[in-house]
Nanobody, 115 residues
Framework: QVQLVESGGGLVQPGGSLRLSCATS????????MAWFRQAPGKQRDLVAT???????NVADSVRGRFTISRDNSKKAVTLRMNSLRPEDTAVYYC?????????WGQGTQVTVSS
């Protein structure tokens, strides 16, 4: 069982920035494709960004140019940098680790964008 711990959420004004982090003690962190998802109240959980084992990234159209995902295999951590935040970015953000049939989730961290 891979345990993922998110941090960095909070309240920010529109146009502001936040950095979310997801850490694990998983020994084989580098073999996992890592991703961030988000879920707003009453909506489905949506993919925000992914980063493959080799470092290739993909981000949703809704956040492209504003959000950046990165990973540090030596620290066993993945980061989501969020700039130019909008009220519609408000959601619970979840870290995900996937390798084949193995699929693990963090507990989520709340991001609220409001003036």
């Amino acid at each position: 069982q891979v345990q993922l711990v998110e941090s960095g959420g909070g309240l920010v004004q529109p146009g502001g920035s936040l950095r979310l982090s997801c850490a694990t003690s998983e020994r084989f962190f580098s073999i996992y494709t890592m991703a961030w998802f988000r879920q707003a109240p009453g909506k489905q959980r949506d993919l925000v960004a992914t980063i493959a084992t080799g470092g290739r990234t993909n981000v949703a159209d809704s956040v492209r140019g504003r959000f950046t995902i990165s990973r540090d295999n030596s620290k066993k951590a993945v980061t989501l940098r969020m700039n130019s935040l909008r009220p519609e970015d408000t959601a619970v953000y979840y870290c995900n680790a996937r390798n084949g049939a193995d699929d693990y989730w963090g507990q989520g961290t709340q991001v609220t964008v409001s003036s």
